[in-house]
Structures are given as structure tokens and as C-alpha cells.
């Protein structure tokens, strides 16, 4: 495998839910390619606009900022991301295609679109490839667990149930952590085009009271458990 071919194949990892600056900054030193703020005032992990565009100018070049909405009105999207200019958008609840084209400006801002995959046998009932086709302008579909709210609290779905092959860019979140990302990223990344992963709870403090503050060390054990499910693929690549 060439080493532009490792790069294409090399696994996205965002951290989300952000509220600190230290916790940007690990992340950052850990390798994130992409850094999310939470926009939804009923999450514990919310920051206003105000406060994601303070932690956002922290970031480096090429490390992305995403601001997470549920539901939200354009007007309100467009007036967040008016203060951070880099910033992608992810859509966490149940708006429609059109409605993220009306927030992005007909796409001209990049977004990922989440899809909520049920738990248990039930997700081989997801229609992920429609899915996909319905939200084909968005970056990438980002595969989260369908619990009571938004957002997977903490759960992972049956990844062996996905479709096998999906032609969109996926990114995996949902309860991962960094005893299973590496098996989860086994698992998905060869039924999609390109794959990443989303990790909040996985990496955050241990106990109650600790949403949104995050662990420098498990931060640092799950960029390394990507990595190493990273090396297996190319290995197994080499070995074909």
C-alpha cells in the first residue's frame, strides 16, 4: 500500500461535546481531525454560539470545528456559523433534506446529516442506503444510536447488521470507547466509502456530573486504538 493510499484509507476521528478549552487543546495534541460543539440547549454538553466560536479559534489549521444542532431554524444555523467560519454542521434530529440545504446555504457550507440506527435485531430494519440517497448532498451520514432524546446515550447499535455495502461516506459514533472502536472500525469501514468516528462519552470523565469534561488519557488510548485497527486494514490490504 502506498503511503497516499494509507492516507486515503486513514480513519477520521472527531471528539464531541466539547465545553473546555484544556479538553480542545488534548484533543487537538491527541491528533482530532475535527473538534464538535454541542448547539442543543437540552444537552448537558451545550455551549452557546458565542462560547463554541471562543473554544473554536483554539484550533489549528485543518483541524475542523462541527457544530452539532437539533431542530434548529436556519436562521439560527446560519447566524452560529456566521462566527465561525470553518465550521461544518451536523443535523442530530429530524430535519429534512431540504431544510439542511435551506441551513447550509444549498450545501455551500459542508454538513453531516445523523441517522439513527434502532437497537438490536431491529436495525437490519434501517434502510441506510436510502437513507443515504435522500441525504446525498451531506458530507457524510453519521451513524448514531436511535435511544429516547437525540444523541445514542452512550449506546452502540449492531454494526454487523449494516448494509454491506453503502455508497456514502460514513462516520460511526454511538457508544464507542477505546475498548471497541478498534472492532467497530473492522466491522464498517470496508461496507462505505470512506469512514470516521465520532466519540463523546467515550472519552470523558469517569462519574456523575462529568458531561462535557473530557480525559486526556482516554482521549489519547481511543486515537490510539484507531490507529491500530488503521494498521490491521492496511495490513490485511498488503496481504490480499
Not at 448547539?39 to 470545528?65: I, N
Not at 444542532?69 to 465550521?87: L, M, P, Q, W, Y
Not at 461516506?169 to 465520532?198: E, F, M, W, Y
Amino acid at each position: 500500500m502506498t503511503p497516499a493510499q494509507f492516507f486515503a484509507q486513514r480513519t477520521r476521528i472527531k471528539i464531541c461535546g466539547l465545553t473546555r478549552e484544556q479538553d480542545v487543546d488534548a484533543a487537538v495534541a491527541a491528533g482530532a481531525d475535527a473538534i464538535g460543539f454541542v448547539l442543543y440547549p437540552k444537552s448537558p454538553r451545550y455551549v452557546s454560539p458565542a462560547r463554541a466560536a471562543e473554544l473554536a479559534r483554539r484550533l489549528p489549521p485543518f483541524v475542523t470545528p462541527v457544530l452539532l444542532f437539533v431542530n434548529e431554524s436556519a436562521t439560527h444555523i446560519r447566524a452560529a456559523c456566521a462566527g465561525i467560519a470553518a465550521a461544518s454542521v451536523q443535523f442530530h434530529g429530524d430535519e429534512t433534506p431540504a431544510q439542511c440545504l435551506a441551513a447550509t446555504q444549498q450545501g455551500a457550507r459542508p454538513f453531516l446529516r445523523a441517522a439513527r440506527i434502532p437497537l438490536g435485531d431491529a436495525a437490519r430494519h434501517f434502510d441506510l442506503v436510502k437513507y443515504a440517497l435522500d441525504y446525498s448532498q451531506a458530507q457524510a451520514i453519521l451513524l448514531d444510536a436511535h435511544v429516547d432524546g437525540y444523541g445514542g446515550g452512550g449506546q452502540a447499535f449492531n454494526w454487523s447488521l449494516l448494509p454491506p455495502n453503502v455508497n456514502a461516506h460514513l462516520v460511526l459514533s454511538g457508544g464507542l470507547n477505546a475498548a471497541n472502536v478498534t472492532d467497530g472500525i473492522l466491522q464498517v469501514r470496508p461496507r462505505c466509502k470512506t469512514l470516521a468516528v465520532d466519540v463523546s462519552s467515550g472519552v470523558e470523565l469517569s462519574g456523575p456530573g462529568n458531561k462535557g469534561l473530557k480525559d486526556p488519557e482516554k482521549i489519547n488510548q481511543f486515537v490510539a486504538a484507531v490507529r491500530a485497527a488503521d494498521r490491521q486494514l492496511a495490513e490485511m490490504s498488503t496481504n490480499v
